[in-house]
């Protein structure tokens, strides 16, 4: 029985060895992670630029002479485009300038140069040029004459010639329709037709619909208009014998013509940058452009520049 009694005992002492060495050699628990949820955003980077709202709505504002163009290609663009908002609105050309480098609109839409225009951190914008457009002295049909020479358009407009009967019409009054000073349109014609001299006084309007509405019914008067607005209400007027047309125009023969800039404050992205994409693309350009009376830049056999110097192509 001893011997049993101390055999027993020395088995105990060797389980209870063997089970403190198991308790040493067991894994130990590992620490809990923290867990991670995988749709949080990832952090902001400060250094990237917001992307804009996929069809955040566009504002176009500026050149009235441009606005028909602007308005059917934003037509055909939403109808292709569900969801998209485009606003267009004209203003005059320095209104465009203005809003878009202030940021209250997404294009400016100018007949001028951002250079061209005092006030105007052109450095900052980029030019879109989307067409080319000619500008024609327009007058009321019954005044009897469709030629005016450069000197006899400048003498008109700067007030030294009042009666149509001394340009070999009509014995009636001339009364001259101006553009703001603001609008694009008068910038163009005051450098391309009336080589930089002052107008005279007369009726100012911004509207193109509204110059070419006042001309048409106002008996000896005289005004100018972008051919895009041109119809049979009022007679375009050849100078020194060339007609503003097509053809003389992308040659250089006709000078009064002006690129139709679209700029954006920055590299356009967004609704903004896909409008102008289609604007630029086959279909405004090769149908657009054509029907609403203005010429692809890509026809013309010459260049100009913001200093207004011609090159050939």
Not at 42 to 65: I, L, Y
Not at 100 to 120: L, P
Not at 267 to 290: C, N, S
């Amino acid at each position: 029985m001893k011997r049993l009694s101390k055999f027993m005992m020395a088995l105990t002492l060797v389980g209870a060895i063997l089970a403190g060495c198991g308790s040493n050699n067991a894994a130990t628990p590992q620490q809990e992670q923290p867990k991670t949820d995988s749709s949080a955003p990832a952090p902001a980077d400060s250094n990237k630029p917001a992307e804009p709202a996929a069809n955040e709505p566009v504002t176009a504002v500026g050149s009235t002479a441009l606005q028909p163009l602007v308005e059917q290609a934003a037509k055909d663009f939403m109808s292709k485009n569900s969801g998209t908002q485009i606003q267009v609105q004209g203003g005059g050309s320095g209104t465009g300038l203005s809003q878009v480098a202030s940021g209250a609109a997404s294009i400016g839409n100018s007949d001028i140069f951002a250079e061209e225009k005092d006030g105007i951190p052109a450095q900052e914008l980029v030019d879109h040029k989307v067409a080319v457009v000619g500008m024609a002295a327009v007058a009321n049909p019954q005044v009897g004459v469709d030629n005016l020479t450069k000197e006899q358009l400048i003498g008109i407009f700067t007030g030294k010639i009042t009666n149509w009967k001394e340009v070999g019409g009509a014995d009636v009054k001339v009364t001259l329709v101006n553009r703001p000073k603001s609008s694009g349109t008068r910038a163009v014609f005051h450098q391309f037709a009336l080589d930089g001299n002052e107008e005279a006084e007369g009726i100012t309007e911004d509207s193109s619909g509204t110059v070419r509405k006042i001309i048409s019914e106002t008996p000896g008067a005289i005004g100018y208009l972008a051919l895009s607005y041109l119809n049979e209400s009022v007679k375009a007027l050849k100078l020194d014998g060339v007609e503003a047309n097509k053809d003389n125009i992308v040659t250089n023969k006709y000078p009064v013509w002006a690129y139709e800039h679209m700029y954006t404050k920055g590299e356009p992205a967004g609704t903004t940058k896909a409008f102008l994409d289609y604007i630029m693309g086959d279909e405004v350009q090769g149908k657009t452009v054509v029907e609403t009376g203005f010429i692809p830049v890509t026809e013309m056999k010459v260049e100009r520049d913001a200093q207004g110097n011609v090159t050939q192509k």
